[in-house]
Antibody
Framework: EVILVESGGGLVRPGGSLRLSCVAS????????MSWVRQRPGKRLEWVGR??????????DYAAPVEGRFTISRDDSKSTVYLQMSSLKTEDTAVYYC???????????WGQGTLVTVSS | DIQMTQSPSSLSTSVGDRVTITCRAS??????LGWFQQKPGKAPKRLIY???SLQSGVPSRFSGSGSVTDFTLTISGLQPEDFATYYC?????????FGQGTKVAIK
C-alpha cells in the first residue's frame, strides 16, 4: 500500500519561509517522480511542481506563481521529498499535498495534506 | 498554459441517475487526462488515467472517454458515496493544469 505522509505545515508571516516534508512508503521511491499540489481555501486544485527520479535526470518543473520562490528536492535514502518555500505570500495559504507522478499517467497517489497559513 | 474547462460547475442529481461531466482542453493533449474525486476535507482520489483507464479498485460504474481536446467522465448509477467534487487534470505539458471542478450534489 502506498503511503505518503506530509508534515511541516503551520502559520508563517508574509515574506517568511517554510519547508514541507513528505515521507513515502509502500513503493520504490527511488524510481518515482513526485509532485506537490496545493488547494487554496474553496478553490480548485493547483499543480505546484514536480521532481523526476534521479534515474530520469532529476529535473524539476514549477508552476509560474511559485517559480523562483519554491524548490523541490528529494532524499532517496530517506524516501522523502521536500518543498522549500520562501518569500511566502498570503496567496500561498493552502493545503499542500504530496503526490506520486509519472510521465504516462500523471498524478496518482496522494498524501493527506498539510495546511500552510501565511498571515501577519 | 493549457486551460481545462469543466462543465457543468455543479449539478443536483439522485441516487441511481447517470451523470456525465465534460472537460475541454484549450489545445490538443492526446489522451493525457485524469479524473479525480474529492470529498470535503479529504485528499483527492484518482478514478481514471490516460482518459479511459480505470484506476485499480475503483468501481466499474465510473468510466472515461475522449481524446485530443474533449473528454467525458460518466458515472452509471450514482451511489450515495459518489456525491463529491470531480476534477480533470491534463498532464500533457507543463504546467499540469486542473479543471475548475464539478460538484455533484443530492437533489
Amino acid at each position: 500500500e502506498v503511503i505518503l505522509v506530509e508534515s511541516g505545515g503551520g502559520l508563517v508571516r508574509p515574506g517568511g519561509s517554510l519547508r514541507l516534508s513528505c515521507v513515502a512508503s509502500g513503493f520504490t521511491f527511488t524510481n518515482s517522480w513526485m509532485s506537490w499540489v496545493r488547494q487554496r481555501p474553496g478553490k480548485r486544485l493547483e499543480w505546484v511542481g514536480r521532481i523526476k527520479s534521479k534515474g530520469d535526470g532529476g529535473a524539476k518543473d514549477y508552476a509560474a506563481p511559485v517559480e523562483g520562490r519554491f524548490t523541490i528536492s528529494r532524499d532517496d535514502s530517506k524516501s522523502t521529498v521536500y518543498l522549500q518555500m520562501s518569500s511566502l505570500k498570503t496567496e500561498d495559504t493552502a493545503v499542500y499535498y504530496c503526490v506520486t507522478a509519472s510521465y504516462y499517467s500523471g498524478l496518482s497517489q496522494w498524501g493527506q495534506g498539510t495546511l500552510v497559513t501565511v498571515s501577519s | 498554459d493549457i486551460q481545462m474547462t469543466q462543465s457543468p460547475s455543479s449539478l443536483s442529481t439522485s441516487v441511481g441517475d447517470r451523470v456525465t461531466i465534460t472537460c475541454r482542453a484549450s489545445q490538443a493533449i492526446r489522451s493525457d487526462l485524469g479524473w479525480f474525486q474529492q470529498k470535503p476535507g479529504k485528499a483527492p482520489k484518482r478514478l481514471i488515467y490516460a482518459a479511459s483507464s480505470l484506476q485499480s479498485g475503483v468501481p466499474s460504474r465510473f468510466s472515461g472517454s475522449g481524446s485530443v481536446t474533449d473528454f467525458t467522465l460518466t458515472i452509471s448509477g450514482l451511489q450515495p458515496e459518489d456525491f463529491a467534487t470531480y476534477y480533470c487534470l491534463q498532464y500533457n505539458s507543463y504546467p499540469w493544469t486542473f479543471g475548475q471542478g464539478t460538484k455533484v450534489a443530492i437533489k
